[in-house]
Structures are given as C-alpha cells and as structure tokens.
C-alpha cells in the first residue's frame, strides 16, 4: 500500500503530468538505437516478403504505470473473484498444466503518435482464459471485468470482450519467458486491443456489476481501446523513417540511386479484420497505387508491405500509406488523440539531379 499511495501522491501533485509522460513518453522502445527497429532488405523485388517479422524482447517498447514490478513466481496467484458464482485462485503451475499454443500478435500503445516506433510484434505462449472464467461462472449481473496489475494498474472491458476463446493467459515472449518489463510471470493478451488493455503482472480479475473505469480511461483515454485500421510508412529505399525522422534525400545515381527504383515498404495493422489492401501515394494524395503485400494468418499480426516507386523526375515529393479492410480506409488525418491514432504519417522526400 505504500507504493499505491506514493503514486497517488506524486499524481496529485504533478497535476497528471507524471501519469501522461508515462503513458505516452513511457511507451518508447527500450535498449537500442530506433533507426534499427525496423528494416527490410527487400530492394531486389525477387525477394519475397517475410511471413512474419518479431522484434527482440530488447528492443521491443515498454509502457508501464509505473517501474516494473518485481513478481515471485512461486508466490504469485491469480484470483478470478467479485460477481462469480466460484471465485478461483490460480498458481502458475496451473495455468502451465493448461493447454497452450504459440501465436503471433502485435502490441501497439494507445500512445502511438502516426507512424511511431511504440508498435512491435512477438511470438507469444500462452493459455486460453475462457475455460478458466467459465469455471468461475459470471454472474448474470455482471457488467465488466476490472483487471488488476501488481503495480496497481487497473482497466476494464465488457465481460463479453474477456469470454472469447482468443484471449490469452500468456507467459512467454518469443519463446523465452517474459521479462520483468514485459510482465513476468503472466500477462493478459485481449487481441484487437491496444496494450492499455492488456496488463501486465496480471495478479485479479474482477466481475463487476457496476461499471468502474482504469486509471488511464479516467485520464479520457479510450475505454474500448479498439485497434483502428492504419498503416505506416517504415523504410524508404535504406533509410529507416518515422514520426521523428520523416525527411529523406536521395541522391540519382549510386547503388540505391533514385534512378534504379526507391523500396517504400512498411506495416499494416487493424483490430480484426484482415488487410485487405495498403496503397501508396507518392504525390501527397492524388494519386494511389496498390502495393505487396504479405497474408499473416491471424488479423492481430502486423501485415508487412512494400512497393516499388519509380519516379522520373528530381524534385520533392510527399509519400503517404493507407491500409484498407472490407470495413474501412484509414483517414489522411489523425482522429481524436485519445483513441488511438489512425493518422497518416507524411514523408517528405528530395530527389537530387
């Protein structure tokens, strides 16, 4: 209770710029340089594109409500509890004598600004937490599920959202076990969801019969926190591009002169549905051309793209990406801020003569 009441504390007196700095500063990806974060060396368009790109536990982001939480594995439990006809508490040893399965799905924070490195996919293992809750028996009254971290993070989701086979009870990351900053010994993973709603140290599940929203929604963050459709420009020709480096120059000649074809490839990535189709504008927006792309099996994993732009002429240009499903386009400008961004990063490029 002391650590709880000394983040009140600081929260309270910082106004709530110590809870938005770690929201959104906090999800910056840890360990490395961010030029390395993200490169395909597909400039030979023979090529074929991965099936699956995974970023090393180092370098993937990190976003937490506070410092990462020291958890005895041996001492840890979980406890499925509150409107539940049998309230359970689980050790580890019984959620691994459970069936588990390896699955691929993007993390993304909330926080991502258009085309930001808080984004990164892993091969994660874990468990299905339906048969766990079906055990415990919601109670009809029931409206959420208040999910609850060992740091004292809290969120919710409908009780609808947490009773589908694809939520997982996870405990390794990419075939090691999770890190202390990744939520060693077991997070929840909700598909379709941004990482708000996916805790880390996950220690209670909590059905409620009165809605109670989590320390971010109560900041007005989303509380669906429902991944929109979007895609980002990541790599042009060798240069690595994102929301803090979006300006290129390249030279005509040379082995990647602009003369012999430019590589704009980056990812895709929506709640639900498959991507359908990533277009690529090179003229900010007048025109669009359909670019390659890879087919993951699962919605919930990052499609990668590529497309071979061909200019003719020097000059400067401006590059956008937009993603499509057969429910949506991703919008040229960014939605409300707080809900995830679905904006379009703009890349501006100078073709020398």
């Given at each position: 209770m002391q650590r709880r009441s000394l983040l009140k504390r600081l929260l309270q007196l910082s106004g709530g710029f110590i809870g938005a700095n770690l929201l959104v500063g906090g999800c910056e990806p840890q360990g490395r340089s961010p030029n390395l974060m993200f490169m395909l060396d597909l400039l030979d368009s023979t090529t074929p594109l991965p099936d699956h790109l995974v970023i090393p536990v180092g370098e993937f982001y990190v976003q937490s409500y506070g410092l990462p939480v020291a958890v005895d594995a041996q001492q840890w439990r979980l406890e499925i509890g509150g409107a539940v006809e049998q309230p359970l508490t689980l050790t580890l040893d019984e959620i691994l004598a459970a069936p588990q399965d390896d699955f691929y799905l993007t993390m993304e924070c909330i926080g991502n600004p258009a085309g930001g490195d808080q984004i990164g996919n892993a091969l994660w293992r874990g468990t299905a937490l339906l048969p766990f809750l079906q055990r415990a028996k919601v109670k009809p009254e029931a409206t959420d599920w208040l999910m609850h971290g060992a740091d004292y993070y809290e969120t919710n989701l409908p009780?609808?959202?947490?009773?589908?086979?694809?939520?997982?009870?996870?405990?390794?990351?990419?075939?090691?076990?999770?890190?202390?900053?990744h939520g060693y010994p077991v997070r929840l993973i909700v598909p379709g969801r941004f990482g708000q709603k996916q805790p880390k140290w996950l220690v209670k599940l909590e059905a409620i019969a009165q809605p109670k929203r989590g320390y971010w929604e109560r900041q007005g963050w989303s509380n669906t926190a429902e991944i929109p459709t979007h895609g980002m420009i990541r790599q042009v020709q060798g240069d690595r591009v994102w929301h803090r480096r979006?300006?290129?120059?390249?030279?005509?000649?040379?082995?990647?002169?602009w003369s012999r074809g430019i590589l704009v490839a980056?990812?895709?990535?929506?709640?639900?549905?498959?991507?359908?189709?990533?277009?690529?504008?090179?003229?900010?927006?007048?025109?669009?051309?359909?670019?390659?792309?890879?087919?993951?099996?699962?919605?919930?994993?990052?499609?990668?793209?590529?497309?071979?732009?061909?200019?003719?002429?020097?000059?400067?240009?401006?590059?956008?990406?937009?993603?499509?499903?057969?429910?949506?386009?991703?919008?040229?400008?960014?939605?409300?801020?707080?809900?995830?961004s679905a904006g379009v990063l703009k890349i501006d490029v100078t073709l020398t003569a």
């Open positions: 009780v609808a959202a947490l009773l589908r086979p694809e939520v997982r009870l996870v405990h390794q990351m990419n075939q090691a076990p999770l890190t202390k900053e979006h300006t290129v120059t390249l030279a005509k000649t040379g082995d990647r002169g980056g990812i895709a990535l929506d709640q639900q549905r498959p991507i359908q189709a990533v277009e690529v504008s090179p003229d900010g927006g007048q025109t669009w051309y359909q670019a390659e792309q890879n087919r993951p099996p699962s919605p919930h994993e990052w499609t990668l793209w590529r497309y071979a732009w061909r200019p003719e002429n020097p000059g400067r240009y401006t590059l956008l990406a937009r993603a499509k499903t057969a429910g949506s386009t991703q919008p040229l400008e960014d939605a409300e801020r707080q809900d995830g």
